[in-house]
């Protein structure tokens, strides 16, 4: 097999297998799908789709990823940050769970793999280097946060609505803790006490399928939940009825009101393809299009008082003596002497034609049987351009999550990763989940620790863990039925419990005071701007640069002078006397157009200091780079200082600054004799053409042991 041909199938290095690797790889596959099934569905609906979507994120790309990645032990899937990101992404752009929501998901794993392959494929996985290390530990921080609270309100049954301000969101739920649904709060706090013991006292077993297991038949047992259908019509209270009545009326408009933005948005863009940006038609159709923005804004506020009224009245079922539906009234309103079905129900769903009366708890419901449609989505270039941005935000910290977990498994397996493979990897994974319906993917943390302890020893694992997904859409779907989402918020609670890590953002500021600050206006910043978690992390990697640019703009400049052990340090910190023969200078930085301006104030501070010295010598040893503006500012201080009788000299210059000096005729300026390999020897030959003085054995004289230090 040639070497060429295993790298378009890197998996069939993996060959052959024996009897004991196989073993260990289904055995830790098999681990793995009992974690992954039940993580899928949360996952899912934690970006926005029905809890089905999980699984079929979890079959097809979990084996793609593997056969085409590097990593032998990486186990990829659905993961919070990622499915939170998709969530947030497309939350302003179509209502959670429609039709249009579960679409743009599926186009965004699309484009997400088209830019994880194309980077994997044109070997530009050095990319992901523009997120530093502590803007990732401020996101990931803050999105464990968000991650969590936002499943505070399946925990204690009660609805949370959607709004531009995450924190408004929380607020309101917090307002509704008097409503809680205690056998929901009892289902989430069992579920989280199984997996939390799990962990603590027998890390082998599967704690969350456990806890799944126990909630499920929990439900079923003691019909945990209990929702029925309710029509308008069925409403016998005046009051509730009206409610019911306007709510119906406002998410109509709203629904005619976004179909009408869309059609004006169109117009919009007609009109500025046709006559340009700042056309009469053009401002029309802007101006327009933004009335009717408004108008949806209010249908929501006003459909959102509504919902909140609803949340806050208790219905009943009033029946007669055969338990047959008499009408539904508020529970403070009920007819006296007129019996009911036993329960209380809140209004939930309201819609043309109907709403739901929700008197238990939730569950996952009916899960369709069979394997998902094989079919690409349907692209457009108005949502490739809404979507492209955050789609590359994704690419990244998707990648950089499964990268930083597969060096680290490869640690220890001595085994070797290849970033640009695993970006391969990621990419079609994504791109195969496109087109069997699935959301982004990428490693996961939590998962490939399992499979790495499970003993995996090759990929074939994750083709194990894909197989008992697929039996499981095929044949288990029913058994998920009485699943509580409680269960499944306490899935993902205790999954990013282990996200959280302030102690990070501490080490950040302790290492570099700018890395910390990025770690903490990032943590900030993406818990201020949720449920828009990527301008968070776009300020956090904004900054960074920045704040990097700064730090090289003013690097380190040292006046050297001669210490005791005949080393040349920095004459400030070491208290060490002036010269009055040479100024030494050490450069620490690379000479480039940011901070040119910095290094000739620098160099011209040291000869104005110390005026009496004829010699000037830049220390170069730091200096890693120089490009055009540096290399004219050279040539400047040289024609300056020869004008004011000062000869500069060079010591210790790497071959990519000594290249550059020579191309552009810059040596010749200076002389080639003015450049030394180290300082002792510019030192020598200053000394050797200056006399001494008075007899007096200057400060900076080469001693018996001299060589460039580095204070």
Known sequence: MTVSFKKFFPFLAWFPLGGDTLKADFIAGLTVALVLVPQSMAYAQLAGLPAYYGLYAAFLPVMVAALWGSSRQLGTGPVAVVS???ASTLAPLAMPGS????????VMALLVGIVQLTLGIFKLGVVVNFLSHPVIVGFTNAAAIIIGLSQANKLIGVPMGRSESFIHDIWEVIKQAGDTHLPTLAMGVVAIFIIWAARKWAPRLPGVLVAVAVTSIASWALHFENNLDGTIEQIADAELKTLVTRLTEANRRIDHANKTVAARAAEARAAHHGGGEHSAEAVTRDAVLEMTRISVEMFENEAGELRKSLRSIPVVRVVDAQGQLVGIHAASRAPSGMPTDGATYRVR????????????????GKIPEGLPALKMPTLSWEMIKSLL?????ISLVGFMEAISIAKAIAAKTKDKVDPNQELIGQGLANLVGAATQAFPVSGSFSRSAVNFNAGARTGMSAVFTGLIVLLTLLFLTPLLYHLPQAALAAVIIMAVVGLINFGAIKHAWHANKHDGIAAVVTFVSTLVFAPHLDKGIMVGAGLALVLYLYRTMTPRVAILGRFKDGTLRDAQVNNLPASDVVTAVRFDGRLYFAN???FE???LEAVAANPAAPYLLIVGDAINEVDASGEEVIRHLVERLHANGVVLLFSGLKKQVLDVIRATGLSEVIGEESFFATSEQALEMIYAKVARRSGAQDP???ALVADAGHD
Do not use: N, S, W
């Not at 941005?389 to 935000?393: I, P, S, W």
């Open 99 to 106: 039709e249009q929501f579960i679409a743009l998901a599926i």
């Open 596 to 598: 040119v301006a910095y």
């Open 84 to 86: 939170l990101l998709t």
């Open 700 to 702: 900076l004289r080469p």
């Open 601 to 603: 104030d620098a160099i």
């Open 349 to 364: 769903g309201v819609k043309e034609g109907g709403f739901r009366l929700v008197g238990g708890g939730e569950v996952i």
């Open 389 to 393: 941005g955050a789609a590359f935000v």
